[in-house]
């Protein structure tokens, strides 16, 4: 794969998920007043937060934040997450 079409963590956390047939949901929180909103992210599994980011300057990032934490607590859990990362 070319350096321009590298995936998303959230594409590779997707990859994988779909691989063992789990299922997880994004939330998305702004943060601060309207005129320079932050915004959070949690990836949940099972109902357990897996994947948490920092305050970040936008939603998308917000949301890779988030899916990086999960791929890496995923890895931690035994799960082989680096065939996608390839």
């Given at each position: 794969m070319s350096s321009d079409q590298?995936?998303?963590?959230?594409q590779i956390l997707a990859a994988v998920m779909?691989?063992?047939r789990?299922?997880?949901?994004y939330t998305v929180s702004p943060w601060g007043p309207d005129h320079e909103?932050?915004?959070t992210c949690t990836f949940k599994y099972n109902e357990q937060v897996i994947g948490q980011s920092p305050q970040c300057n936008t939603k998308?990032?917000?949301k890779e934040a988030a899916a990086w934490a999960a791929l890496t607590w995923l890895a931690a859990q035994g799960?082989?997450?680096s065939?996608?990362?390839s």
């Open positions: 590298q995936r998303s963590y959230r779909q691989r063992y789990l299922t997880g949901t909103t932050k915004w998308a990032e917000a799960f082989d997450v065939y996608a990362l």
